[in-house]
Each structure stands twice: as C-alpha cells, then as structure tokens.
C-alpha cells in the first residue's frame, strides 16, 4: 500500500484551505503550531508514526515584493532560517558563517520539480523563515537583499524541513500579504486560502 502524504500548516484555517482541495485518500493534514520550534516539534511527532512518504510545509506567506504577488502562490526550492545566527555591528552573521550546521535546506529535488509541472503558474524560489513576521520597510529591504531568490517569508518551513530529516520535504505557500510594513488589515486571508486550496488539489499529483 502507498504511503500517505504528510500536509503540515500552523493554524486550523490553512488546514482547512489545504484539506478543500487535497485528496483526501492520499494526503493527511494536521496544523502543528505557529512558529518554527512547534513546526519541528509537531511534524517531528508526527512522522515518528513511519505512516508518511513525503511532507509538504504549507500555509499562507508574505510575498516579497515585485516577486510572488498576494494570491499567487509559491513552491520552496530551499527553506532558510534567516533569523538564525548572530547580530554583529557589521551585520548579520549565518548559522553557516558561524560553522554551526547550515540554515539552508533545499526541497526534495524531484518533489520540487514535480510540484512546479503541476502547478505551472506558481512561482519557484526560496522561502524564508522567520519567527518574527517582518513589519517595516527596513527589514523588507534587508530580507530582499540578503536572500534575492527568496519569495516569500512564513513562520514554519525550516522546522519542518529539519523534522523530516531525509524524508522527501518541500514548502507551498499563498501570498496573503507583501511583506513590509505592517498593516494587518490589509491581509487578504480569503483570497490566499482559496489559492491554498487550489493549489493542494496537485498535491497527490505532484507526489503520487
Ligand atoms: O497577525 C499577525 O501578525 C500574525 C502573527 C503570527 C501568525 C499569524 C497568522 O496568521 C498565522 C498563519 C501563518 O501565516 C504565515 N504568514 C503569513 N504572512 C506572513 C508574513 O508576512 N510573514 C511571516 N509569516 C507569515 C506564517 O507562517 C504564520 O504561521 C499572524
């Protein structure tokens, strides 16, 4: 029998978008938590069962602007903790700088290259993550220089990258909102979960 595919999103309603449009004999969803720490911890769990083939980090993200636009949506090619490492008064040093492991982990090349023939209007490119969702112009600016592949910033794909520690893994978001700025109201979460759940109707293509 084939193995299911493991959906892992933050909050109930990215659950909800994801389990819409996915087939639900071939894909289980579970939200584990905001933030990379309970994404880890959940989807560290949850694979522990042995009952999964693949998992997929997906949810809703800003979009870095000019590069994923709000209600597009977006495949990881790598998931990077841009948060981890050091401040310095020269600026910021990387968990690979610093010699402690890496902070870069790439999508399963072949489950990367399958979502991306499915899904052949998404955008393909680094996300990033952070526990902190970015808020002012400055730090957009300094995201989008310091990562100029990346499209998108969300809170979770680097944990559940390291949880899956050499299972097939790869990132699918929707863009709710540009990143920059923070302006709270202007999220648009219905146009983003519809996205999500058309999206997910590839996944078990994309898998399969
Ligand atoms: O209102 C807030 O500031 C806020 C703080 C934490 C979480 C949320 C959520 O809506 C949880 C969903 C999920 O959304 C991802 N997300 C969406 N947009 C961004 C962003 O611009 N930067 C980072 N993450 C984003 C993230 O993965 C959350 O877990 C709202």
Redesign the pocket.
Known sequence: MTLPLLVVT??AA?AEAVRAGADPGHVVVEPVG?GPAAAAAGTARLLATGRYRAVISA????GFVGRAAVGSVVIGVRSIAADLGAETPDGFLTVDELGFGSGVIPGDPALVKSLTEALPTAVPGDVVT?ST??GTAATAERLARSYPQAVA????GYGVAVAAHGLPFAELRSI??P?GPRD?AQWRLKEAFAALSTASAALWIACG
């Open positions: 933050a909050v990215e905001v949810g809703i993200a800003g952070l969702v970015t910033e969300a809170m979770e709710s909102n990143i709270r």
